[in-house]
């Protein structure tokens, strides 16, 4: 009987990176397109484009998945996706997405800093990159803090504009509550 090595070679990870998925990523990857808030028929058959859909996965022991044809124990599931009729924000970065438009121009899209500017961040940007391998968040909320200062665009000379919750932050002229109903 002969013994049988194996030949490990030892592998290292140089990085992981985690990223979002952009809507049409998600639709390749989607095993179906959910368009039906039911789950079965009169017949207790899964209704096709809803949630009990045969492409998400099966249940059932027998039957076999109508993606991957494993049965119940093997299949992994399969992610669906609903088109909604209106974007919709992630509440997660919902913060986020206001201060990135509260330094973008309205009118050219671009960042409320002058070229000067942007390249001096650049640099300390990759300067603090390559010495600390992150950039901290405080560098980033002084760049916010430095383009929020800007009246004017400096790349199409638009007038900036605060957005309502700005301009309701910097007001001072009524201490009303809003309240959501009435």
């Not at 808030?37 to 076999?64: C, F, H, N």
């Not at 121009?105 to 391998?133: P, Q, S, V």
């Not at 916010?144 to 000379?157: E, L, M, Y």
Request: hydrophobic residues 30%; proline residues 4%; charged residues 25%.
């Amino acid at each position: 009987m002969a013994l049988a090595t194996l030949d490990e070679t030892a592998k290292v990870i140089q990085s992981i990176r985690f990223t979002l998925l952009s809507p049409t990523e998600l639709r390749k990857l989607s095993a179906v397109e959910v368009q039906a808030a039911d789950t079965y028929d009169e017949d207790g058959v899964p209704i096709v484009s809803g949630l009990m859909d045969g492409r998400l996965g099966t249940l059932e022991p027998r039957q076999k998945c109508k993606t991957c044809g494993n049965t119940a124990s093997a299949c992994p599931g399969h992610f669906g996706h609903i088109e909604l009729s209106e974007p919709v924000i992630h509440v997660s970065f919902a913060k986020l997405t206001h201060r990135l438009l509260s330094i973008t121009c309205r009118n050219c899209g671009r960042i409320l800093l002058t070229e000067e500017k942007i390249e001096k961040y650049r640099a300390r940007y990759a300067e603090l990159k390559e010495r600390l391998n992150t950039v901290p968040d405080a560098f980033l909320d002084e760049i916010i803090r430095d383009a929020k200062k800007t009246q004017q665009c400096p790349h199409c000379s638009q007038k900036h504009i605060l957005s309502n919750m700005e301009n309701r932050q910097h007001s001072t002229r009524s201490s009303r509550r809003v309240e959501p109903y009435g």
